[in-house]
């Protein structure tokens, strides 16, 4: 079956820029979207078709994807961006997930 | 709005069986695949099943094909996942998710609250 790789953590300072990266097979031949979750609530889509997002979304999201990964940078960091944050794309008619990255904004 | 309200959930013993719902509203909602997405605890997102507007084609993940049935009410404007044969690997919080722009290969729009099925003797 297909597999997303996430690394676990990523932390970052506020006002910086966090990137979080996603791997796949060939992902680049695919469509990616990126979620966030954070504690207590439910998930929200933040990136869909690779680097779109859906309205209301700050423009501080932003998505890529090329070659075998994506990438979600999150400029101008805030500390409510702290949250576990996901990456998602479709194969052979099952929609699979990364592991998720625990953003932290020290 | 959107609202998505997912009950049902609660515990039961291995080898059980248990049935949620998600009561939507805010939308059209025969228009929309529907989808259930889980997160176990201490976990990461799991999707789980997904069916189309009008019923006709449902998915399953690998981990709950032949267990779980997805289905969906559309004079109701309910969505259900019927579970048999539970383990304690399917404890985890379910979330009843929209798709706004078709069915595979579409994002998850929309998210419900969850509901917490706990699989435990």
């Known amino acids: 079956s297909y597999e997303l790789t996430q690394p676990p953590s990523v932390s970052v300072s506020p006002g910086q820029t966090a990137s979080i990266s996603c791997s796949g097979d060939?992902?680049?031949?695919?469509?990616v979207c990126w979620y966030h979750q954070r504690p207590g609530q439910s998930p929200e889509l933040l990136i869909y078709?690779?680097?779109k997002r859906p309205s209301g979304i700050p423009e501080r999201f932003s998505g890529s994807n090329s070659g075998n990964t994506a990438t979600l940078t999150i400029s101008g960091t805030q500390a409510m961006d702290e949250a576990d944050y996901y990456c998602?794309?479709?194969?052979?008619?099952?929609?699979?997930f990364g592991g998720g990255t625990k953003l932290t904004v020290l | 709005d959107v609202q998505l309200v997912e009950s049902g959930g609660g515990l039961v013993q291995p080898g059980g069986s248990l049935r949620l719902s998600c009561a939507a509203s805010?939308?059209?909602?025969?228009?929309?695949?529907m989808n259930w997405v889980r997160r176990a605890p201490g976990k990461g997102l799991e999707w789980v099943s997904g069916?189309?507007?009008?019923?006709?084609?449902?998915l399953y993940a690998d981990s709950v094909k032949g267990r779980f049935s997805i289905s969906r009410d559309n004079s109701e404007r309910t969505l259900y996942l019927q579970m048999h044969s539970l383990r304690a690997e399917d404890t985890a919080v379910y979330h009843c998710?929209?798709?706004?722009?078709?069915?595979?290969?579409?994002?998850?729009?929309?998210w419900g609250r969850g509901s917490l099925v706990t699989v435990s003797s």
């Open positions: 998602q794309t479709w194969d052979s008619s099952a929609a699979v």
């Open positions: 069916i189309t507007g009008s019923g006709a084609t449902t």
């Open positions: 078709q690779d680097n």
């Open positions: 998710v929209l798709q706004k722009t078709g069915f595979t290969n579409s994002p998850f729009d929309n």
């Open positions: 805010g939308f059209t909602f025969t228009t929309y695949a």
């Open positions: 060939k992902l680049g031949d695919k469509f």
